[in-house]
């Protein structure tokens, strides 16, 4: 184990123990427990407060939503220069499937996916790209994480960030906490041209973060560890667990649940729960 590791390591022990008495003064966590699920970014040789320098912009799409059953037909991604602000590279490509249950979706029939061209060559650049990358992006990564380490795709261990999840825009934006990619490229000026192709939204995502004057600081706080917190509050309370990003029945039914880092839990207006071992 190298030095960055042994280092981020004893971040993460500091992590869970400072973490309980802190939030227990500040009374916004409640019932502790240290054997818990925590988002496995510390275990990267990135150092978490240093931005990554090039990430992969992810995206894929499916011929449903199930990876048990269902098949990855597209990738789509971009190679980003974060300090630049610029695309070093970028790739999109078809994976044959036999057929395609969310075709009214993505519009992609299974029969084009069966023409002959290099899919098998294309997915030695694709990991060339990833090999380069500090991060994967990736908008629902939790969505496109699932597929890969299936079928033909390789499996990924670097460090997923969700555009979605993981980043909180500026509030100038007017963004919902979890916003769609549609309505990110929006607010940002970012026009939106063609939804549900794997590059196209990269696109977007490259797009926003060209804008962002403080991109860096987003990506450091989205490589957080983050754990699964349950709301404390009344049936009249929901809105607030509802306007901060939370879900209701998932993953666990009949609570607002949430995955959030330490420095988000102290920004919450209302009290929270650890889940445990989940």
């Given at each position: 184990?190298?030095?960055?590791?042994?280092?981020?390591?004893?971040?993460?022990?500091?992590?869970?123990?400072?973490?309980?008495?802190?939030?227990?003064?500040?009374?916004?966590?409640?019932?502790?427990?240290?054997?818990?699920?925590?988002?496995?970014?510390?275990?990267?040789?990135?150092?978490?407060?240093?931005?990554?320098?090039?990430?992969?912009?992810?995206?894929?799409?499916?011929?449903?939503?199930?990876?048990?059953?269902?098949?990855?037909?597209?990738?789509?991604?971009?190679?980003?220069?974060?300090?630049?602000?610029?695309?070093?590279?970028?790739?999109?490509?078809?994976?044959?499937?036999?057929?395609?249950?969310?075709?009214?979706?993505?519009?992609?029939?299974?029969?084009?996916?069966?023409?002959?061209?290099?899919?098998?060559?294309?997915?030695?650049?694709?990991?060339?790209?990833?090999?380069?990358?500090?991060?994967?992006?990736?908008h629902n990564a939790d969505f496109?994480?699932?597929?890969?380490?299936?079928?033909?795709?390789?499996?990924?261990?670097?460090?997923?960030?969700?555009?979605?999840?993981?980043?909180?825009?500026?509030?100038?934006?007017?963004?919902?906490?979890?916003?769609?990619?549609?309505?990110?490229?929006?607010?940002?000026?970012?026009?939106?041209?063609?939804?549900?192709?794997?590059?196209?939204?990269?696109?977007?995502?490259?797009?926003?973060?060209?804008?962002?004057?403080?991109?860096?600081?987003?990506?450091?706080?989205?490589?957080?560890?983050?754990?699964?917190?349950?709301?404390?509050?009344?049936?009249?309370?929901?809105?607030?667990?509802?306007?901060?990003?939370?879900?209701?029945?998932?993953?666990?039914?009949?609570?607002?649940?949430?995955?959030?880092?330490?420095?988000?839990?102290?920004?919450?207006?209302?009290?929270?729960?650890?889940?445990?071992?989940?």
């Amino acid at each position: 184990m190298n030095n960055n590791k042994n280092s981020q390591l004893d971040f993460l022990a500091s992590f869970k123990n400072s973490s309980k008495s802190d939030l227990y003064r500040s009374g916004k966590m409640e019932n502790v427990d240290s054997d818990l699920k925590v988002d496995k970014k510390e275990e990267f040789d990135h150092p978490m407060n240093v931005p990554p320098q090039l990430v992969l912009i992810l995206d894929t799409e499916t011929t449903g939503l199930n990876p048990e059953k269902d098949k990855c037909l597209e990738i789509g991604c971009i190679l980003f220069h974060v300090k630049s602000r610029k695309i070093l590279a970028q790739q999109s490509f078809l994976i044959p499937v036999e057929s395609n249950s969310a075709e009214l979706i993505n519009k992609i029939p299974a029969e084009i996916t069966k023409f002959s061209q290099p899919w098998e060559e294309a997915f030695l650049y694709f990991e060339a790209l990833l090999k380069y990358s500090d991060a994967v992006v990736a908008h629902n990564a939790d969505f496109d994480r699932q597929w890969f380490g299936r079928g033909h795709l390789p499996k990924i261990s670097k460090p997923w960030i969700c555009t979605m999840e993981d980043i909180s825009w500026p509030s100038e934006r007017q963004l919902k906490s979890r916003p769609s990619v549609r309505d990110l490229a929006l607010a940002y000026e970012v026009p939106v041209w063609n939804a549900h192709r794997a590059l196209t939204d990269c696109i977007y995502l490259a797009e926003v973060f060209h804008r962002v004057s403080n991109l860096e600081e987003l990506l450091i706080q989205g490589l957080e560890p983050r754990r699964l917190m349950r709301a404390e509050i009344s049936y009249d309370q929901r809105h607030l667990a509802k306007n901060a990003g939370f879900r209701w029945n998932d993953p666990i039914r009949g609570a607002w649940t949430r995955r959030l880092s330490e420095r988000e839990v102290a920004k919450l207006s209302f009290s929270v729960v650890l889940v445990e071992k989940f």
